[in-house]
């Protein structure tokens, strides 16, 4: 089963000091991580929220929703254990044909007839 958590890489720090959040996705002793679009100072996230800032709650209820539609896409996957980090975190970030219930076969890519 895969874990999804709200990070920040320390090692992956903006040019002006900051961070973005990711979503790290630990899978078949793997990782891969999903990058948002938030960006924060590191003593503005403390345990996967974002604390100390006046627009902190419209930014925890934004990741929430990201985490909610990436972990209600997963668990809607037929047979995610067969796949790959790669190829789990490829599937919950572009769906084939929106929300559909997506199977382990939609994740490889087959050349054009």
């Known amino acids: ?12 720090k903006l040019s002006d000091g900051t961070h973005k959040i990711r979503i790290r996705i630990a899978h078949n002793s793997e990782t891969r991580f999903i990058t948002t679009d938030i960006v924060v100072r590191e003593n503005e996230f403390k345990n996967g929220k974002i604390v100390h800032r006046p627009d902190k709650d419209f930014l925890n209820t934004k990741l929430q929703q990201l985490y909610n539609l990436y972990f209600k896409r ?40």
Do not use: W
């Open 1 to 12: 089963m895969a874990t999804l958590t709200l990070v920040i890489v320390p090692a992956k």
């Open 74 to 113: 997963y668990m809607e996957l037929e047979y995610p254990d067969s796949l790959t980090c790669t190829q789990l975190v490829r599937m919950i970030t572009n769906p084939l044909n929106g929300e559909k219930n997506l199977s382990h076969f939609d994740s490889f890519d087959y050349p054009p007839n």
